[in-house]
Nanobody, 126 residues
Framework: QVQLQESGPGLVKPSQTLSLTCTVS??????????WAWIRQPPGKGPEWMGV???????YYSPALKIRTSIARDTSKNQFTLQLLSVTPEDTAVYYC??????????????????WGQGMQVTVSS
């Protein structure tokens, strides 16, 4: 059973960098043959796919967020991370990490992913 858990600050000030970590158990990030994604859901809106990192470390980003987004992995801790630069209140959302057995680009529907973290509320406010 693969489990994912998001962690990080729940409050970030405008113009700062949002940094989240997803800790994975039950599968190895570099050898587990999964793709590891970040998805967010702003209040009152649908889920938004942000990007994904493969087991080998290849990354793919949403064109709308690419300039501000970085996804990386720490294989020693079996974690992958999200950094979102220069946040604004529009970046307020519940942030999820998720795992899929195939590469999914641009789609965030729940049924497409095999495993999800419980989600973490991040608020951007001064």
């Amino acid at each position: 059973q693969v489990q994912l858990q998001e962690s990080g600050p729940g409050l970030v000030k405008p113009s700062q960098t949002l940094s989240l970590t997803c800790t994975v158990s039950g599968a190895s990030i570099p050898t587990g043959w999964y793709y590891w994604a970040w998805i967010r859901q702003p209040p009152g809106k649908g889920p938004e796919w942000m990007g994904v990192i493969s087991s080998s470390g290849s990354t793919y980003y949403s064109p709308a967020l690419k300039i501000r987004t970085s996804i990386a992995r720490d294989t020693s801790k079996n974690q992958f991370t999200l950094q979102l630069l220069s946040v604004t209140p529009e970046d307020t959302a519940v942030y999820y990490c998720a795992a899929s057995k195939r590469l999914i680009l641009g789609a965030a529907a729940e049924h497409l992913y095999d495993y999800w973290g419980q989600g973490m509320q991040v608020t951007v406010s001064s």
